[in-house]
């Protein structure tokens, strides 16, 4: 009896984890050949996923990492899953504005196109800093991509229809953005919340100043997803992290399932500036959807990367 009982239990647990874990797969089969993707982060997790997705399309995918090891690596695994040999890494470091700064310069004399940029690169929140004195979540993951996004658009321009997909998260209902203190750097958690709602922030922004321009703006919450994201933490947080992300975590390959979305979809071209979760567009919550603080916070982070 008692074994009956445990069997039944584990069932229940198992199918309920399923329930859980289930999610909108991407299935429109959009061929992207003659297009140019850019990833940020490509080398690991929801970004090195989504690259494998967009080189199966036919696009030219390159990836922006700070690790020329890990994403020469990548590449190699991008190739062979997508059966493309138009695969290729550059280096960045979104920590660096020096590093942006030269990223693009590089970029643009090579690459002749840019049809969609991803900017999907992050940080959990650290305790520690950039090169340029922001912490280290808000740099990497909002006024690095905000710089790069800025020095490239005048070549998302020129290839309109383009558009450029931001990996935010749901966590960014948790923090409001306090402009005395943009550089926020206390408790990690709540550092990264704020670093993905100017993700969303940024987004929307975007999406006013390009709009008619031929650009569309995504901000994207990919689900909880297993990834190297434990990377940054202790051995014991990383264990434990390990089981949580097991059980309740989607794959990295679903977890890119939107970003992929948000690249390829006509559908989502309806909705620029918008917020999707699980391939469809979604509600913020409305201190998000406020379009002051929207274009304070683009004035400010023009300021803070010397832009303005
Ligand atoms: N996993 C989740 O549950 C989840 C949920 C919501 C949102 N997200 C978002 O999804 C995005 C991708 O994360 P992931 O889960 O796929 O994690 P991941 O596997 O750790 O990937 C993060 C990527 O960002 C890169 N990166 C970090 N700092 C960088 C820097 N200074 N310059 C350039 N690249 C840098 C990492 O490079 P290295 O390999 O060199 O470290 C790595 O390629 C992040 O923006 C994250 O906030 C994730």
Known sequence: MYFLYTTI???????????????????????????????????????????????????????????????????????????????????????????????????????????????????????????????????????????????????LRECAPSRVVTVSCSTYQYQKLDFQDLNYNLLPFFTYCRSKLANIYFSQELARITKGKGVTTYAVHPGFVQSNWTSHYSLLCRMLMQVVMWMFYVSSEVGAQTVVYCAVSDEATKHSGGYFVDCQPATLRPFARDAGVAKKLWEASERLVKLA
Request: hydrophobic share 45%; net charge positive; with cysteine.
């Open 9 to 155: 239990a584990s069932l229940l647990f198992f199918f309920m984890l399923k329930y859980m874990k289930r999610r909108r797969h991407f299935t429109d089969v959009k061929r992207l050949d003659g297009k140019t993707v850019l990833i940020t982060g490509g080398n690991s997790g929801i970004g090195k996923e989504a690259a494998v997705a967009l080189a199966t399309r036919g696009a030219r995918v390159i990836i922006a990492c700070r690790d020329p090891e890990k994403a020469e690596k990548a590449v190699r695994e991008i190739k062979f899953k997508s059966h493309s040999l138009n695969v290729l890494h550059m280096k960045l470091d979104l920590a660096s504005l020096r590093s942006v700064r030269d990223f693009c310069k590089n970029f643009l004399q090579r690459e002749k196109r840019l049809d969609i940029l991803i900017n999907n690169a992050g940080m959990p929140g650290v305790l520690d800093w950039t090169d340029d004195g922001f912490s280290m979540c808000f740099g990497v993951n909002h006024l690095g991509h905000f710089l790069l996004t800025n020095l490239l658009l005048p070549r």
